[in-house]
């Protein structure tokens, strides 16, 4: 098949994942491509030439990413150059909204075809983003599948691929000697979830770690990402908590129960068919801002996808230690209240369908191009 020269663009960890699942797949249809780009280890391993490592960018919340704006305002400038010094037939841009769209609007501006998988969650808040996108986009392909219907009220078609999760899942075997390879008792599991990135890990374990003595006949065990090493979860560790490293479904594959940042880890807790609190706190600022912006009722992609509550969001103040207490005790003592989330769970999978969505975004990506 004929060379060409991607341009790929996420900027953090589960962004990461789904553009190293993408590339492997674009590798298997055309072996004869050259893909550069903005990323992590994910991407790296799947064969994209690294020229701007995604964790030296990462913000997150209103008030951190205007603090941080002159860091973010030098990586686009170096990632802008970049794409014009590689000149490549397409650039893929990979969720990670706020950055991405700026890049969209510099490749349009040089005439450089956009395709943009997960697409920025306009739907949220400040819904006319999404003329912005129709404007910066060639084509859209999205992993939610009530979005296709909300971007028909703008004209716009997207391509729904189904959720890469599924695919990554489908691909996932538990470990045999999961408990004695992380040195582990027999005691339930229940799984803290405190997020990818060191800012929200260090707001959201604060109040996770309250709960070790609460539940005595439990385990608590954290999903460390080790990238950020074990320093980071420090205050979970003087707490007793075993933290394990890159092993998140083999966690949730042993857990009775799981606390989770909000974010991509829910949906994977509810395919995991694990009982769940969501949880989510950030700056004081950043938390006024999104409430005056956000035009939707829920914060978590579970959900949002079923569109009635399933699990139970504890979000800025309601994130107390007594409500954590409470939702966990409902959650381990009352099967019926058990039994709604897990059927909620299976709403959400039906709702997903069962595209392989890696693949099917990488043949529309391709065939596009062949097309031109």
């Not at 993408?22 to 030439?49: H, Q, T």
């Not at 603090?67 to 590689?86: H, M, Q």
């Not at 933290?243 to 606390?259: C, E």
């Amino acid at each position: 098949m004929k060379s060409r020269k991607l341009y790929i663009i996420s900027g953090e960890r589960s962004g990461d994942l789904h553009a190293s699942n993408l590339v492997r797949s674009l590798f298997e249809i055309n072996s004869n491509l050259n893909i550069r780009g903005m990323g992590g280890s994910y991407s790296k391993d799947a064969g994209v030439d690294i020229a701007v490592d995604y964790a030296e960018v990462a913000l997150m919340g209103f008030l951190e990413v205007a603090l941080g704006f002159r860091k973010v305002l030098k990586y686009l400038k170096l990632v802008k150059n970049d794409i014009l010094s590689f000149s490549p037939d397409a650039i893929i841009l990979v969720d990670y909204g706020g950055f991405n769209m700026k890049i969209a609007s510099f490749a349009t501006k040089n005439d450089i075809p956009v395709h943009y998988y997960i697409p920025p969650k306009v739907w949220a808040w400040n819904q006319k983003r999404a003329l912005k996108l129709k404007a910066y986009t060639d084509h859209i392909y999205s992993i939610l599948p009530f979005e296709p219907i909300f971007f028909e009220k703008y004209d716009l078609k997207i391509h729904y691929v189904g959720n890469p999760l599924l695919d990554e899942i489908s691909k996932f075997s538990p470990h045999e000697f999961f408990f004695q390879k992380n040195e582990l008792s027999y005691q339930p599991i229940i799984a803290l979830l405190p997020g990818s990135r060191a800012q929200e890990i260090n707001a959201m374990l604060v109040r996770m770690v309250e709960l070790v003595k609460e539940f005595p006949n439990a385990q608590f065990v954290i999903a460390g990402v080790g990238d950020l090493g074990s320093a980071i979860y420090q205050r979970g560790i003087d707490a007793g908590i075993r933290v394990i490293f890159d092993q998140t479904y083999d966690l949730l594959s042993h857990s009775i129960a799981a606390v989770v940042t909000s974010g991509t880890a829910t949906l994977e807790a509810a395919l995991f068919r694990v009982p769940q609190i969501v949880v989510y706190r950030t700056s004081s600022i950043s938390y006024a801002i999104a409430k005056n912006l956000i035009r939707v009722p829920y914060i978590s992609l579970v959900n949002l996808i079923a569109d009635k509550e399933v699990v139970k969001e504890l979000i800025q103040d309601d994130f107390s230690v007594l409500n954590l207490k409470t939702e966990l005790k409902q959650i381990l003592g009352n099967q019926v209240y058990k039994g709604h989330m897990l059927q909620g769970y299976d709403l959400i999978k039906e709702r997903l369908g069962e595209q392989s969505a890696s693949e099917t975004t990488a043949r529309l990506i391709l065939n596009s191009l062949n097309q031109k």
